[in-house]
């Protein structure tokens, strides 16, 4: 996740360094002393749920991004920080980041006419023309819009859309829009102005702002991207530094699916910068007629290709033409070789088209990949003979573990399952299945799931995650977990559940410090066991009520946390109450609970004792067995030491223990 942004300080559009730069409603400016979240819930998470946790941070969801699931919410200005940070501790939220506006900078034009195309030289277009012109292709244009009346882009501009207000209104109101356009689609070899690289592609207007300036809204970035798709476009060219949002991966993954391809700006800052490469977005670095890379183009392991940036001659939305700059025309200009690629070859998949222009690049810096060129500078000529071979023969699958739970870990409630999955050409999906049923897919990194462990009997579940690539392989890895809702026996002739109610917190209250939870419960016949877990980890348990148990917010991150109830009665049956908290303040060890039970005592061990895996007392109920804390929480104890009533061993797996 990255820093927050403050209301006064906006992302800078990668777009031009020497200009550097839902269909659902739109994303206008927040009201004055509001800000904007978007908030991707985790797979299996209740709608229900992440209102209600929106509504204890005191925010409303405005709309929902259709096709993609991320809900755009409003937050008071005050608040955002604390909001964003309780929401990112979360288990059952994916991501939150902010709205933010990602802007461009004033124009610079070195000339007005066409003289110098050595961009075209130097990725061997003319070679590439001799077999295809990207006939058949439409490229979708995400930014300020187009002058499309330009006498070198008449008959090239399909109808388009503006997700800044939700009209058709798509005329170009900064001039960057047109110029990106040139770059790829203009009217070529008509004697007159610009030539482009991929003459024959039209072109898909998608006006992302309104805004002089050309800043623009990440969910109307998004929004306008999933219109692209579904408008069936075969390419899409984001000149704005969008590489770091989760929620434009979404939206790029969303027309991947649909066969389409996202092509981004790296960004003019440069210097490195620490994203993660995205496996739905092609981002583009830019280099100079010396074939290096320029000063002043980003960089960093989320660079997938470089292409010429300086210098670029293209329609300008004054009806003339201009020369310009940055990774804004690197970027269309690789979306504009794609093109070609496509129709060089429209039976290649988005994977194989990607794997095809990367395999084809011109290896520059370092041998192999590198953050700079990442897979080389684009070859027009080389890509579209490697699309036409058909290259790409990918038969290694994916690579995939679970992140949490641990294997044979014990578990409860609602489970919130993270999953680590990676490709060399891309995931296209991540599935948990539950004893051989499937119960979530995610579709976009980082995979997480939340998972009801209630529908599946107490004692050991097989819990299988598996990751399918671009190419079709599948990758899988498979753990064990414990499941401990519900007692085994009882009277089938009881089907009265207990009940079950938290008294202490106050569901959307804030704590510190050590926390009192209490907890009452009652049956028509006798209880068998409360327990109150945080976070899905048993904290403490009894068989009698009320149940306190005292927690040490210290040790768990601050944000909100879950407290469920649990009660089980002799016959098995069960019931749940469930709080959610925000903790003020934290340690950063990450704690598992720390809970203090108040159940029945062990003969000299206190309210509860903490011992090594496999020397539980007798008669004792024991949570987490394979371990609670990291070994980390504890120093280290010499080889004897008597805890309790025990002696033994020093170990770094240990287990929290009650009298049953």
């Not at 620490?274 to 290096?292: F, G």
């Amino acid at each position: 996740m990255k820093p927050l942004l403050s209301h006064s300080i906006r992302a800078i559009l990668s777009g031009s360094l020497f200009i550097v730069l839902s269909h659902t409603a739109q994303a206008a400016a927040p009201e004055p002393g509001f800000e904007r979240l978007l908030v991707q819930p985790r797979i299996g998470t209740p709608p229900a749920t992440l209102h209600r946790l929106l509504r204890a941070q005191s925010a409303d969801v405005e709309r929902v991004l259709n096709g993609i699931g991320v809900a755009v919410a409003r937050v008071p200005e005050h608040a955002l920080e604390r909001v964003k940070t309780a929401l990112t501790h979360n288990p059952h939220i994916q991501f939150v980041e902010v709205d933010r506006p990602l802007e461009l900078a004033t124009t610079v034009a070195d000339d007005t006419y066409y003289s110098d195309a050595w961009h075209l030289d130097a990725v061997g277009a003319p070679l590439a023309w001799d077999h295809s012109f990207g006939n058949g292709m439409s490229v979708a244009v995400l930014d300020t819009g187009i002058n499309a009346a330009h006498e070198d882009l008449k008959g090239k501009v399909l109808s388009g859309w503006n997700s800044a207000d939700s009209s058709g209104d798509y005329s170009d109101v900064n001039g960057h829009g047109t110029r990106v356009a040139g770059v790829i689609g203009a009217l070529s070899n008509n004697a007159t102005g610009v030539t482009s690289v991929a003459w024959n592609a039209m072109i898909l207007p998608v006006r992302v702002t309104n805004s002089g300036d050309g800043a623009a809204y990440l969910s109307d970035i998004a929004n306008g991207l999933i219109w692209a798709a579904d408008q069936g476009a075969d390419i899409a060219n984001i000149s704005y530094n969008v590489s770091s949002s989760s929620t434009i991966n979404n939206a790029a993954k969303y027309m991947r699916d649909r066969g389409g391809l996202v092509v981004a700006a790296a960004g003019n800052s440069g210097a490195e910068q620490n994203y993660e490469d995205s496996p739905y977005i092609i981002s583009v670095s830019a280099t100079n007629v010396s074939d290096s890379i320029t000063s002043w183009s980003s960089y960093g392991a989320y660079v997938d290709v470089a292409a010429p940036g300086a210098g670029i001659y293209s329609t300008s939305h004054d009806g003339g033409y201009a020369k310009v700059s940055g990774t804004s025309f690197s970027s269309p200009l690789t979306a504009g070789i794609l093109a070609l690629m496509k129709t060089a070859n429209p039976g290649l998949n988005p994977g194989g088209l990607e794997s095809a222009l990367k395999a084809s690049a011109v290896d520059l810096g370092e041998a192999g990949y590198d953050v700079f060129y990442g897979h080389g500078r684009v070859d027009a000529a080389a890509a579209v003979q490697a699309a036409m071979d058909g290259v790409v023969d990918d038969s290694t699958p994916p690579s995939v573990v679970f992140a949490s739970p641990a294997d044979g870990s014990m578990v409860s409630g609602q489970v919130a399952v993270d999953i680590d999955a990676s490709d060399d050409g891309g995931v296209d999906r991540v599935e948990l299945l539950v004893n051989g049923a499937v119960v979530g897919t995610d579709s976009t990194a980082p995979y997480g799931f939340s998972w009801d462990s209630t529908t599946v009997s107490d004692g050991a579940a097989t819990l299988v995650a598996r990751a399918h690539d671009m190419a079709g392989n599948i990758g899988k890895h498979g753990i064990e977990v414990d499941v401990s809702n519900n007692s085994a026996t009882g009277d089938p002739g009881d089907s009265m559940n207990p009940v079950v109610e938290i008294l202490e917190p106050a569901d959307g209250s804030r704590v510190s410090g050590m926390v009192k939870i209490q907890v009452r419960a009652s049956d028509n016949k006798a209880l068998s066991r409360i327990s109150i877990a945080i976070d899905g980890s048993v904290a403490c348990m009894s068989n009698t009520s009320p149940l306190k148990c005292n927690w040490n917010t210290r040790k768990a991150g601050q944000g909100l946390h879950t407290i469920q109830a649990t009660a089980i009665d002799s016959s098995a049956n069960s019931s749940t109450d469930s709080v959610t908290v925000e903790v003020a303040s934290g340690g950063d060890d990450g704690g598992n609970g720390g809970g203090n039970g108040k159940g029945k005592q062990i003969a000299g061990s206190g309210d509860c004792c903490e011992r090594p895996a496999g020397s539980e007392p007798a008669g004792c109920f024991c949570v987490n067995r394979m371990r609670v804390y990291p070994a980390a929480r504890f120093r280290p104890l010499p080889p004897q030491r008597s805890i309790g009533d025990a002696t033994m061993a020093s170990t770094s797996s240990w287990v929290r223990c009650w009298a049953s």
